[in-house]
């Protein structure tokens, strides 16, 4: 390739990894790479998408993508992250490329399903590394995690993705999901390229306490919900199911549709509310979804797609919400996105699962099924009392301070675990107030020579470099 082609194609890496709503492209990919993989039939050209070697292949990708973002993230631990280094990108996409390849050829057409088995354990392990990979991309980027902002990306291009993948003649089809991990894997080395390694930094633990306690709810919630959906999905029997393999692929599209929706409304409206003021009527959908299929068979079709949708939208909602705590300094970027990666893919393997073993073992189907259906919905109507309660700390989390005593917290947080002498906390609270060294210097009667000296002593304990960073990191800001 010339020097001209090559720098224009440099041009147009840096103008998506860098764009405001492009730079999230990377992360669409790897979300697309599972949705077009599992859910269109086309990817499986000679096997039938719910044979018993693709379901259980699908259990099996599940666990990986679940468990190597977990495992990561107790590795690293709250002070170390994962570098997104080429030495590691590449591997792992042409990893996870080869395995798609695999899976969907030699391992539908093998006499013994391990192939199959071993090819889905990579392709999860991948597509897991490559999440947490761009969980911390992003947030050195200091990417906002606002519906306006993700979803143009998310929802046109995984309908269009899933689009080409469902019309794409023969064997094709596996060939185009397989270069989505290579497409994701390029544009994460062209950020990497564009942006040096840099991390948010975290709020002291005491001051983070509070966003803790809103990740382990809003994650348990989702785990539930995905649970409960993917039983549901996996209960609904294929009689009634118009087209068994297209419904798959339809309630993922109905998905990604009312994610563009949301975002839509929410910019016709100017609504500036937050969109995890959304969380509950999900969950009210969920029970909807339940009693639909304990009312009538007639409405069972209807129940399965409602399930599949209001899943990929628990997904997206929780990536959302964990880059704003990342951002926030409640997490590291590590373990905020296993936790929204892991719980979700969890809760499906687990509930399909569920729904699985119903299935195989004499008696349990007509014995269980709808005690469990029963039980689910108690326990999501629960869970629903407790989002409506911690509703107001969850959307909370997302915004800078605005009470006076919020702000003084944080301050005295800081300063206690930096070591900072009390003439240093009271000028950073000063300073987080909005007020300028002199204008410090003139209320607290000292000289602005020694304002700014103990500005100085404060950005060394802290690591920060200028007033901005020091006014965003207590206003929760990046």
């Given at each position: 390739m010339s020097e001209g082609p090559r720098q224009r194609a440099n041009t147009v890496l840096a103008s998506v990894v860098l764009g405001p709503r492009l730079k999230y492209l990377g992360l669409t990919l790897v979300l697309a790479w599972h949705y077009c993989l599992w859910f269109v039939p086309n990817s499986f050209p000679t096997t039938f998408l719910l044979d018993d070697r693709i379901t259980f292949a699908w259990l099996i990708a599940l666990a990986a993508a679940a468990g190597v973002p977990l495992v990561l993230a107790w590795q690293l631990g709250r002070r170390r992250h994962l570098e997104a280094k080429p030495q590691l990108v590449w591997p792992v996409a042409l990893l996870g490329s080869a395995g798609t390849v695999t899976l969907c050829t030699l391992g539908m057409l093998a006499e013994t399903p391990w192939l199959a088995y071993a090819s889905a354990l990579v392709v999860g392990g991948c597509a897991g590394v490559l999440w947490v990979l761009w969980g911390e991309r992003l947030a050195c980027q200091k990417a906002k995690f606002t519906l306006g902002r993700v979803a143009p990306t998310y929802g046109g291009f995984l309908l269009a993705l899933i689009g080409v993948t469902y019309v794409a003649p023969g064997w094709l089809a596996p060939?185009?999901?397989?270069?989505?991990?290579?497409?994701?894997?390029?544009?994460?080395?062209?950020?990497?390229?564009?942006?040096?390694?840099?991390?948010?930094?975290?709020?002291?633990?005491?001051?983070?306490?509070?966003?803790?306690?809103?990740m382990v709810t809003v994650t348990v919630i989702s785990f539930v919900a995905a649970f409960v959906c993917y039983y549901t999905v996996a209960i609904v029997p294929w009689e009634a199911l118009a087209?068994?393999?297209?419904?798959?692929?339809?309630?993922?599209?109905?998905?990604?549709?009312?994610?563009?929706?949301?975002?839509?409304?929410?910019?016709?409206?100017?609504?500036?509310?937050?969109a995890f003021r959304v969380y509950p009527w999900l969950m009210l959908l969920i029970v909807i979804a339940c009693v639909m299929y304990l009312a009538d068979d007639r409405l069972d079709g209807a129940a399965f797609l409602l399930a599949v949708a209001i899943s990929s939208l628990f997904e997206i909602l929780l990536t959302l919400y964990m880059g704003v705590l990342t951002q926030r300094g409640y997490a590291p970027p590590a373990i905020a996105f296993a936790l929204s990666g892991s719980a979700i893919r969890l809760g499906i393997c687990l509930g399909n699962g569920t729904a699985l073993v119903y299935e195989r073992v004499p008696g349990w189907h007509e014995l269980l099924v709808r005690p469990t259906f029963v039980l689910l919905v108690a326990v999501v109507a629960g869970l629903l009392i407790t989002m409506v309660r911690q509703e107001y700390a969850i959307e909370e989390l997302t915004r800078s301070p605005q009470a006076e005593?919020?702000?003084?917290?944080?301050?005295n947080s800081v300063a206690e675990e930096f070591m900072l002498s009390e003439r240093e906390r009271e000028i950073m609270a000063l300073v987080g107030h909005g007020y300028t060294a002199s204008a410090v210097a003139e209320k607290l009667v000292i000289s602005p020579y020694t304002v700014n000296t103990h500005i100085q002593h404060i950005y060394r304990k802290l690591g920060i470099h200028k007033r901005s960073e020091l006014i965003g990191y207590l206003h929760r800001s990046g």
């Open positions: 060939v185009i999901v397989a270069v989505l991990p290579l497409l994701s894997g390029l544009l994460l080395c062209a950020q990497v390229r564009e942006l040096p390694q840099c991390h948010p930094r975290l709020l002291p633990a005491k001051a983070a306490i509070q966003g803790k306690n809103t087209s068994v393999q297209d419904a798959f692929t339809l309630g993922i599209v109905i998905g990604a549709a009312l994610v563009l929706l949301f975002a839509v409304l929410q910019r016709t409206f100017r609504d500036g509310r937050s005593s919020e702000l003084a917290a944080i301050v």
